[in-house]
């Protein structure tokens, strides 16, 4: 176990003296009388502007059945929410009893000793009901420390007008991408492509699609740096420089949302989480000019990462009871079927799907059957902890500063270094 010895401490620390650690200094809650009570702080790390007016609304709905319970509601940034709950829990001051946590992150937590066992919780209720590529990511050495809430993956979203405009079909491969990228950019002027260039999440679905993975869990081994991965790096490389596509080394969620929804280029690759925020562009007020097809498959297979978010309590927190019945009602049945509605947001209940807001949302649909056959993330520890070289050697890639060959071999240094005894 990686940090193990830090880890146990934790873990004694907390069983030893659970009220000194807790989140709040006003959350505990009255156990004596079954009535549940007292502060519940969550950390929602959802998108600010679409995504938090929802999930804040359902948390109301929580303290409407229960009275007692105030929920604090703080929408922490995604890119800040891993590292700042890890400091907190570490300190054992200011972490939340709830966090929404990124599924790579959970068996990080559960590893540190960060997170509650769920197992036997009324946060776990109906817990067969989980689709099971969900649920995979909530456990960690046969214990169960998250409840997911969301599950997702990836496709490529167009703008039917452009590409009307360009006569062109929506690409099935990246040699499709790039002919439809220079029809497009020969009829109408505009770029074909924004492929974000500072989240290595976004390089995923080029490197399963040359048959190639960041690790290989099972033999312990770093594949990254095999022939597949230089593939992959040469794919996204050259993406770029024949002008299929255009990229970024900052603010990559941005540049990328106002190009695409102003229609300055006509495609990029997103999930069902920017649906919300893309149907506000300009180019979009009327939704049905929104395509969205499977990402391009590459010269191995059709691959897209498969993602998601899960509700995890914090092992420190001074109401466990509270908290646990928090993380059942927002994920619960109705709560994920309101996302799916409002939001376009892809259950992790099998049984939330047949309910009417599921079946309208024809995000939901598109997306269910690329979320079965997405690829699996390896559910380790350190998996969260893989991107951070990763993306330095892929946006210096998108940018000319290194070579393909260069890129796949440092990135596979720095994991060996990460992961210690891996081949």
């Not at 214990?143 to 099935?172: C, H, L, R, W």
């Not at 002919?179 to 490197?207: E, H, M, N």
């Not at 998996?383 to 990135?411: D, H, I, N, R």
Request: charged content about 25%.
């Amino acid at each position: 176990m990686r940090r193990g010895i830090t880890a146990t401490a934790l873990v004694a620390a907390l069983a030893l003296a659970a009220t000194a650690c807790g989140s709040d200094d006003e959350s505990g809650g009255s156990k004596g009388s079954g009535e549940l009570s007292g502060t519940v702080t969550w950390w929602d790390t959802s998108t600010v502007g679409s995504e938090d007016k929802v999930f804040k609304k359902l948390a109301e709905g929580f303290e409407k059945e229960h009275p007692k319970v105030d929920v604090k509601y703080v929408n922490v940034p995604f890119g800040e929410a891993q590292n700042k709950f890890k400091n907190a829990a570490q300190a054992g001051a200011g972490a939340p009893d709830v966090i929404r946590s990124e599924v790579a992150w959970t068996p990080e937590f559960a590893d540190l000793g960060y997170l509650a066992p769920l197992d036997g919780t009324s946060a776990l209720k109906d817990q067969d009901d989980f689709l099971k590529q969900a649920a995979a990511s909530t456990k960690y050495k046969d214990k169960t420390y998250a409840v997911p809430q969301v599950i997702d993956s990836m496709g490529i979203f167009y703008n039917k007008k452009i590409f009307k405009e360009a006569g062109v079909d929506v690409p099935t491969t990246i040699d499709d991408l790039k002919t439809v990228s220079k029809k497009i950019k020969d009829k109408t002027g505009k770029t074909g492509l924004y492929l974000r260039g500072d989240d290595a999440y976004w390089f995923l679905s080029f490197l399963y699609g040359e048959g190639g993975d960041l690790v290989d869990a099972g033999s312990k081994s770093v594949t990254v740096d095999q022939p597949e991965g230089v593939k992959a790096f040469k794919v996204v490389e050259d993406l770029v420089e024949s002008g299929a596509a255009k990229t970024d080394a900052t603010d990559g969620w941005e540049n990328m949302q106002s190009s695409f929804k102003d229609g300055k280029v006509a495609m990029m690759i997103n999930g069902p989480w920017a649906v919300a925020d893309t149907l506000a562009g300009n180019e979009f007020k009327d939704k049905d000019n929104l395509g969205i097809a499977p990402v391009p498959a590459g010269a191995a297979a059709q691959g897209a990462p498969q993602g998601g978010h899960n509700l995890a309590v914090y092992a420190g927190s001074k109401n466990l009871d509270a908290s646990y019945a928090f993380v059942e009602y927002m994920t619960s049945v109705q709560s994920q079927a309101t996302t799916a509605g409002e939001l376009n947001l892809l259950p992790t209940r099998t049984s939330a799907y047949a309910k009417q807001e599921a079946v309208d949302s024809e995000i939901v649909g598109f997306f269910k059957p690329v979320v079965e056959t997405a690829v699996e993330r390896p559910w380790i520890p350190e998996t969260g902890s893989l991107f951070a070289p990763l993306v330095t050697e892929y946006t210096k890639v998108l940018t000319g500063q290194t070579t393909p060959e260069k890129a796949a071999s440092a990135t596979g240094d720095s994991y060996r270094k990460l992961l210690k005894g891996w081949k």
